[in-house]
């Protein structure tokens, strides 16, 4: 490994991978609820070996961890999602493709082949458990051994890390962006599931630049897709430039098309630049559509175009509004919290509907050393009102996750569940909350004998 490996910060501390696979009993104090059956599956970057180049934490191998939860009681597993780029790799003990697949650094042995990682979101749909990566096709794992069943191929090409699942009709509402075979592209889809798995549509249309579009929104009768200018060049890249780099002169555009419509049908509003990964949830109102998103003022964890590094870039939640009577293509903006956070959630038996509850990670403590999770905040959006539970200084909360109490219960009601990194420890536990009194602090812990590294984001599967 060589000097800048050394000091990579995705490569250290809670970020270092762990490259055992392993099954563990975990022992529970508080209590697990009986009433909460079924299995926490969360994925995340995990790379099999030392990168070949200068790492980034979205490239590495997918790793799934899975909680399975029965009578009080967890079970831990956890296993590599092997994608033909992991077995490539196993098969020759040593790394071969580059960050991204970035055919400079590849082994010219595997340059052209499959550079997929599968590392980002896992979803059950239509009686599949798939492994997500917005590059690529969803990879299919079997639900209770974790052992690969291979990518799904009637999707036709990349999707989306984060689909949406419509509550009522079942279906799973997709994207995926740079959808061309040239790398770097403007080229979007836009696709539905049926709730069987079926694939239904997939259509594509070109964005008014080449934006990392990690997630979008969609409501009742809309699909929204933010491009946002975290921009994306090959030409670039080329010439020694950032890939992807933070242009905020080339402003934010939002297009909106109703779900049943054509693609030639979208409608694009603007507004300031801004950057959003994850947003929470978005309705309509009449001819009104918001959207409660986590808000960067710039594009953080990416580079400026002259290769400088924002500063101080913290997301807080903010409600979009988009007026669709009238003449007027403009988002209003209105700030709805103050404290930084990230890995917005909600009872997403609620998912393009009106909804009062949301819950994020957030930030409660900065200095220079570290910006990282300190807390869990429960925000209730009819009130106003927060409130947060923030943990021991040397602790980290991951992604919260709700799972209701049961398949009828009222919004909000039931669990809150997350993974804690235990940095006095250098270990993590599996955690549970009452969702409406996360303040109280966790009401059931499951204690793992070593640390689950950063990740991305898991789901709740009922049994």
């Known amino acids: 490994m060589d000097g800048s490996q050394v000091t990579n910060p995705y490569l250290a501390g809670n970020f270092a991978p762990i490259r055992s696979e392993d099954d563990f009993e975990l022992a529970v104090s508080g ?48 296993r590599y999602v092997r994608t033909p780029k992991w077995e490539t790799e196993h098969a020759a003990g040593k790394s071969l493709f580059g960050a991204f697949g970035n055919p400079m650094t590849t082994d010219p042995s595997v340059l052209g082949q499959d550079s997929g990682v599968a590392n980002t979101n896992i979803v059950w749909h239509g009686g599949k458990l798939l492994a997500l990566e917005e590059g690529h096709p969803p990879f299919e794992v079997d639900p209770l051994t974790l052992a690969p069943r291979g990518y799904r191929e009637e999707y036709r090409g990349r999707v989306t890390a984060h689909p949406k699942f419509d509550p009522e009709t079942g279906e799973m509402v997709w994207f995926a962006y740079s959808a061309a075979e040239a790398p770097l592209n403007r080229q979007m889809s836009y696709g539905v599931t049926d709730k069987d798995g079926r694939m239904m549509r997939r259509q594509e249309f070109q964005t ?115 007026e669709l009577a009238g003449e007027s293509d403009t988002v209003k903006r209105e700030r709805i919290d103050d404290l930084p956070g990230e890995f917005p959630r909600f009872d997403e038996r609620r998912t393009g509907l009106s909804y009062r509850h949301g819950w994020f990670a957030s930030i409660t403590r900065r200095d220079a050393s570290s910006v990282r999770f300190d807390a869990i905040s429960h925000v209730d959006l009819t009130t106003g009102k927060r409130v947060d ?31 804690v990194y235990r940095g006095a420890e250098d270990r993590s536990d599996f955690v549970v909350f009452d969702a409406q009194d996360v303040a109280k602090g966790p009401i059931g812990v499951a204690r793992l004998p070593r640390r689950v590294p950063y990740g991305f984001h898991g789901n709740w599967r009922a049994a």
């Not at 599956?41 to 939860?69: C, K, L, V």
């Not at 939002?254 to 949830?281: E, K, Q």
């Not at 021991?392 to 997350?418: M, Q």
């Open 31 to 78: 209590e697990i609820p009986a009433g909460l059956a079924g299995v926490f599956y969360r994925n995340g970057a995990n790379p099999q070996f030392e990168p070949r180049d200068t790492y980034h934490w979205f490239s590495g191998d997918g790793m799934i961890h899975a909680f399975f939860i029965e009578d009080g009681k967890v079970r831990y597993r956890n």
């Open 208 to 322: 008014p630049f080449m934006s990392m579009v990690h997630d979008f929104l969609v409501t009742r009768s809309h699909a929204l897709f933010p491009v946002l200018p975290l921009t994306g060049s090959l030409e670039r890249a080329m010439k020694g430039g950032p890939p992807l780099a933070w242009e905020p002169q080339k402003g934010s555009h939002i297009g909106v098309m109703r779900r049943d419509a054509d693609v030639s049908t979208l409608r694009w509003f603007t507004t300031d630049p801004c950057y959003v990964f994850h947003p929470m949830n978005a309705w309509e109102e009449g001819d009104r559509i918001l959207a409660d998103v986590m808000e960067y003022p710039v594009a953080p964890l990416f580079p400026t175009l002259d290769g400088s590094r924002p500063k101080d870039a913290f997301a807080r939640l903010t409600r979009w509004t988009f």
């Open 389 to 419: 539970y923030v943990f021991d200084a040397a602790d980290s909360p991951g992604e919260p996750v709700f799972a209701p109490r049961s398949a009828g219960a009222a919004e909000g009601d039931g669990w809150l569940i997350t993974v």
